[in-house]
């Protein structure tokens, strides 16, 4: 297998020889020997890396999450560095640039800020007459998809940006090509250079080490089981953030970890297991509060299902949404739990009391519709 970005050190494409390039990479932009992106392009002898472009995390991986980042230069290189994630930028900072790279390494979840900083930053280098190249790196999740379509009106936002399921089952690339078919970009603004020798399967079959796309992604566990416990982010339970486990354990100081653990066992899928966990949180929710909850383990010898991180998630909630101390928590007057989901119907249903099924079997209905459609593929569906 080989990603976009060893394919371009190798077979560079006729456009690109001596060209101006800006490159827009994270900490998991590195090549089979561990190399970062920008240090491979910026000594090419055939392209000139003359800016560096940063998403959330930074392009190394320095900041934590939601940390804005800052316009600067980059050590290694003495390149300037300007920011995509918490800061405004100027066009300008283009300016003489020939083609804008793409080397971003995503999860294969709709709530990853890498696809929404991508989107933003194509519509605005279209503007100005300069094509974005995608450097394609594949899917740790493989091509399956799961979970509710798209977002609606009002709940849009970086972790919102495609109108796609939550576990989507696309490349970066084929995300931009989902762009580019929605906004009717003009043919040639977005390429993209494909992974060679991927069919769509998952992480576990890639022959690689993980490298973390993220500080708190941790591994693939973590990624497979983040399309579902990212939604305890909307709420007032830790995700795990600030302890060893990010998205594997989730709890707080009133809750009744071994209850809970034995509630989930009678109704989780068959690939998840919950044990009774007791952790306390350098940062973020509870920090330095001993929080009972539970840890979730994937079954190996089970074939797992591409919504069963999802449905493990929704029972969770719906088994402490009724306690008193919990709370569906808010930013500037819209539940982030909506913004995530991409409708009001999760939690509204979860603080009904209705019937859990009924919700999930209408996910299960959208993810299938959706792979009927007309989203374009450049990998097999890994069916």
Same mark, same amino acid.
């Given at each position: 297998?080989?990603?976009?970005?060893?394919?371009?050190?190798?077979?560079?494409?006729?456009?690109?020889?001596?060209?101006?390039?800006?490159?827009?990479?994270?900490?998991?932009?590195?090549?089979?020997?561990?190399?970062?992106?920008?240090?491979?392009?910026?000594?090419?002898?055939?392209? &000139?890396? !003359? *800016? @560096?472009?940063?998403?959330?995390?930074? +392009?190394?991986?320095?900041? $934590?999450? #939601?940390? %804005? =980042? /800052?316009?600067?230069?980059?050590?290694?290189?003495?390149?300037?560095?300007?920011?995509?994630?918490?800061?405004?930028?100027?066009?300008?900072?283009?300016?003489?640039?020939?083609?804008?790279?793409?080397?971003?390494?995503?999860?294969?979840?709709?709530?990853?800020?890498?696809?929404?900083?991508?989107?933003?930053?194509?519509? &605005?280098? !279209? *503007? @100005?007459?300069?094509?974005?190249?995608? +450097?394609?790196?594949?899917? $740790?999740? #493989?091509? %399956? =998809? /799961?979970?509710?379509?798209?977002?609606?009106?009002?709940?849009?936002?970086?972790?919102?940006?495609?109108?796609?399921?939550?576990?989507?089952?696309?490349?970066?690339?084929?995300?931009?090509?989902?762009?580019?078919?929605?906004?009717?970009?003009?043919?040639?603004?977005?390429?993209?250079?494909?992974?060679?020798?991927?069919?769509g399967e998952p992480f576990a079959r890639w022959g690689r080490p993980w490298v973390p796309p993220s500080p708190n992604s941790s591994g693939p566990e973590m990624a497979e089981l983040y399309p579902g416990m990212c939604l305890v982010e909307g709420t007032n339970l830790s995700e795990g953030r600030g302890t060893a486990y990010p998205f594997r354990q989730?709890?707080?100081?009133?809750?009744?970890?071994?209850?809970?653990?034995?509630?989930?066992?009678?109704?989780?899928?068959?690939?998840?297991?919950?044990?009774?966990?007791?952790?306390?949180?350098?940062?973020?929710?509870?920090?330095?509060?001993?929080?009972?909850?539970?840890?979730?383990?994937?079954?190996?010898?089970?074939?797992?299902?591409?919504?069963?991180?999802?449905?493990?998630?929704?029972?969770?909630?719906?088994?402490?949404?009724?306690?008193?101390?919990?709370?569906?928590?808010?930013h500037g007057g819209v539940h982030w739990v909506d913004r995530l989901s991409g409708s009001a119907r999760l939690r509204r249903d979860l603080d009904a009391g209705e019937d859990l099924p009924t919700l999930l079997e209408d996910w299960r209905q959208q993810a299938q519709a959706f792979e009927k459609g007309s989203a374009p593929r450049l990998y097999p569906?890994?069916?």
């Open positions: 297998m080989r990603p976009g970005l060893e394919r371009l050190a190798r077979e560079i494409p006729a456009d690109l020889r001596r060209a101006r390039v800006a490159l827009l990479a994270g900490p998991a932009s590195v090549d089979r020997r561990g190399e970062s992106a920008v240090d491979v392009l910026a000594r090419h002898k055939e392209i &000139r890396l !003359v *800016r @560096l472009l940063a998403a959330e995390h930074g +392009l190394r991986g320095e900041h $934590p999450a #939601g940390e %804005a =980042v /800052a316009h600067g230069t980059d050590a290694a290189t003495g390149l300037p560095v300007t920011s995509l994630y918490g800061r405004e930028w100027d066009q300008q900072a283009l300016a003489g640039v020939d083609a804008v790279l793409v080397d971003l390494q995503d999860i294969g979840c709709r709530y990853y800020t890498y696809p929404g900083t991508m989107r933003s930053l194509i519509l &605005r280098v !279209v *503007r @100005l007459g300069v094509p974005v190249w995608i +450097l394609d790196r594949p899917n $740790p999740l #493989g091509a %399956a =998809v /799961a979970g509710p379509v798209g977002v609606e009106p009002g709940l849009g936002s970086l972790v919102g940006a495609f109108p796609v399921p939550v576990r989507h089952g696309r490349t970066i690339g084929e995300l931009a090509l989902v762009l580019a078919q929605e906004e009717r970009l003009t043919a040639g603004a977005v390429r993209v250079l494909p992974v060679q020798g991927w069919q989730v709890g707080a100081p009133w809750l009744d970890g071994p209850a809970l653990a034995a509630a989930l066992r009678e109704r989780l899928p068959r690939a998840v297991r919950a044990r009774p966990v007791w952790f306390v949180p350098t940062a973020s929710k509870h920090a330095g509060q001993v929080c009972q909850g539970v840890f979730f383990d994937l079954e190996p010898r089970v074939r797992r299902e591409a919504d069963a991180a999802l449905d493990a998630a929704v029972l969770l909630l719906s088994l402490v949404c009724h306690h008193s101390e919990f709370r569906w928590l808010a569906s890994g069916r």
